[in-house]
Nanobody
Framework: QVQLVESGGGWVQAGGSLRLSCTAS????????MGWYRQAPGKQRDLVAR???????TYADSMKGRTTISRANAKNTVYLQMNSLKPEDTAVYYC?????????????WGQGTQVTVSS
């Protein structure tokens, strides 16, 4: 059994910063990649950023230059540092991980953490 737990969400004014954290625990042999997605009410869930076990990163165009994803592999933890936040960044942010348990490789999702950016 694998669980992902997010933290660090909250309310900030436009231009502010937040640092999100996500830790995976359970029956984990290895983690191929971890990432963050976000979803606003009535909208689809979109990629924010992703990082592989080797450190390769991918960012959504809207987040480039404002967001940094990093990973502490030994802790099975991924971080998302967000700066210069805008009201349109308001959404529920979900952590995701591609996890190899030796039995199967699949994606796991956290419960989500709310990020609200006001003007």
């Amino acid at each position: 059994q694998v669980q992902l737990v997010e933290s660090g969400g909250g309310w900030v004014q436009a231009g502010g910063s937040l640092r999100l954290s996500c830790t995976a625990s359970g029956s984990i042999f290895s983690i191929n990649a971890m990432g963050w997605y976000r979803q606003a009410p009535g909208k689809q869930r979109d990629l924010v950023a992703r990082i592989t076990s080797g450190g390769s990163t991918t960012y959504a165009d809207s987040m480039k230059g404002r967001t940094t994803i990093s990973r502490a592999n030994a802790k099975n933890t991924v971080y998302l540092q967000m700066n210069s936040l805008k009201p349109e960044d308001t959404a529920v942010y979900y952590c995701a991980a591609d996890i190899n348990s030796r039995i199967t490789v699949r994606a796991y999702w956290g419960q989500g953490t709310q990020v609200t950016v006001s003007s």
